[in-house]
């Protein structure tokens, strides 16, 4: 039988290894939590600077307002005789296509995108441009050109 002097140093020992435990436990959940809170901003902030960076200032009359080439991507090479361009934007209005700084070109709706079905391209380097215009016919938003190449 175990006297009352290791019974004190048994429940003792019992005792502050249960308080480390927790603070152990206590130290891991604040940095978990500390590291989801962190990371969940950052994401958001990327995904933000990257349609920002993408496209020129949108109008005051349209604050939420994003155009961005999805695809093809920059400096992407294409081959063969047809490419369909896609496009992401707001539904503020619709979106108009400039390939090498030509004219612009309506783009049609589908699927939750905009799209162009670009043919009779020649081979070579090629920049592409796209724009939010509002029902009124007034740019929203442009993005900068997008560099591609043909072979």
Not at 1 to 29: D, F, G, I, L, P
Not at 93 to 99: A, N, Q, R, T
Not at 122 to 147: C, F, Y
Request: proline share 4%; aromatic share 10%.
């Amino acid at each position: 039988m175990a006297t009352r002097a290791s019974k004190k140093k048994v429940v003792a020992a019992v005792e502050e290894n249960a308080e480390v435990k927790e603070v152990k436990k206590k130290t891991v959940v604040k940095k978990t939590s500390a590291r989801k809170k962190a990371a969940a901003p950052a994401s958001k902030a990327a995904a933000v600077k990257k349609v920002k960076t993408a496209s020129k200032k949108a109008v005051n009359n349209y604050p939420n307002a994003y155009l961005m080439i999805d695809h093809p991507v920059e400096k992407e090479t294409i081959c063969g005789s047809h490419y369909a361009v896609r496009i992401g934007a707001s539904n503020d209005g619709y979106v108009e296509i400039s390939f090498d700084g030509g004219e612009w070109q309506p783009c049609r709706f589908g699927g939750g995108y905009w799209w162009f079905d670009w043919t009779y391209f020649n081979i070579g380097d090629h920049t592409i441009a796209v724009r939010l215009m509002d029902p009124n016919g007034s740019s929203i938003i442009e993005t900068t050109p997008r560099k591609c190449a043909i072979c």
